[in-house]
C-alpha cells in the first residue's frame, strides 16, 4: 500500500484564492520532504525542500510567499498555494525517502490543481 | 550545472526489446533511479543503481557505469501497458533521506501492436 499519501488528488479553485495540499508520511516519519511541479508533458522540477521544525528551502526561481510550505510534524507537510492564478495550474507531487532505505523514495498520489 | 539527458521519444512494437540511455553531469553522485509515469499519474519505483553493473528486476533490467556517467533501462518483452514516460533521476549526495532527487525530463515510449 501506499506509504506517502497525498491530498487532495484533485482540486479547482478560482483564481485569486489560495489551496492547500497536504503529504503524509504513513508508516514512517519523514524529517524531510520534497515538494515538486510538473506541467504537462514535463519532468518534475523540484520547489522546494520541506524540512520539520525549520523554514522550507526553495529552488531559484520558486515564490517562497506563493507557495508556503509548513511541515510541523515528523509525518506531514502541507504546501499552500496562495493567491492562485491560472498559470499555477500544475499537477503537484511531494515525495519523501526513508532513512536508512537508501534506495527508497517514496511519491504521493499527486495533486491536479486547476485554477479557473 | 547538473543535467541529465534522455531521449524525448522512443517507439517500439509489442514483443521487442528496448533500450533507454540516460546521461547524466551532477555534482555528486549517490544513486541513480528510474521510473515509470503514466500520463497523469504519480511516478511509479523501477529500479536503483549505486554500484557499476547491471541490475536484473523481471523484464526490466538496469545497468550504471559511474565512470561514464551513463545508465541506461532495458525493457524485456515489451507490452501495451509499458507504453508511458520513463523518467531518470540522480540523488548528488550522501544524505539519502535529506536529498532531493534530480530527473532528466523523461523518455515517452509507445509500443504498439
Known amino acids: 500500500g501506499a506509504v506517502v499519501s497525498q491530498h487532495p488528488s484533485w482540486v479547482i479553485c478560482k483564481s485569486g484564492t489560495s489551496v492547500k495540499i497536504e503529504c503524509r508520511s504513513l508508516d514512517f516519519q519523514a524529517t524531510t520532504m520534497f515538494w515538486y511541479r510538473q506541467f504537462p508533458k514535463q519532468s518534475l522540477m523540484l520547489m522546494a525542500t520541506?524540512?520539520?521544525?525549520?523554514?522550507?528551502?526553495?529552488e531559484q526561481g520558486v515564490e517562497k510567499d506563493k507557495f508556503l510550505i509548513n511541515h510541523a510534524s515528523l509525518t506531514l507537510s502541507t504546501l499552500t498555494v496562495t493567491s492562485a492564478h491560472p498559470e499555477d495550474s500544475s499537477f503537484y507531487i511531494c515525495s519523501a525517502g526513508r532513512a536508512g532505505r537508501g534506495n527508497t523514495i517514496y511519491f504521493g498520489e499527486g495533486s491536479w490543481l486547476t485554477v479557473v | 550545472g547538473q543535467n541529465i539527458d534522455q531521449p524525448t521519444e522512443m517507439t517500439a512494437t509489442e514483443g521487442a526489446i528496448v533500450q533507454i540511455n540516460c546521461t547524466y553531469q551532477?555534482?555528486?553522485?549517490?544513486?541513480l533511479f528510474w521510473y515509470q509515469q503514466h500520463a497523469g499519474e504519480a511516478p511509479t519505483f523501477l529500479s536503483y543503481n549505486v554500484l557499476d553493473g547491471l541490475e536484473e528486476k523481471g523484464r526490466f533490467s538496469s545497468f550504471l557505469s559511474r565512470s561514464k556517467g551513463y545508465s541506461y533501462l532495458l525493457l524485456k518483452e515489451l507490452q501495451m501497458k509499458d507504453s508511458a514516460s520513463y523518467l531518470c533521476?540522480?540523488?548528488?549526495?550522501?544524505?539519502?533521506?535529506?536529498?532531493?532527487?534530480?530527473f532528466g525530463k523523461g523518455t515517452t515510449l509507445s509500443v504498439s501492436s
Open positions: 551532477t555534482s555528486g553522485f549517490n544513486g
Open positions: 533521476a540522480v540523488r548528488d549526495h550522501d544524505n539519502q533521506a535529506g536529498t532531493a532527487l534530480i
Open positions: 520541506s524540512n520539520e521544525g525549520s523554514k522550507a528551502t526553495y
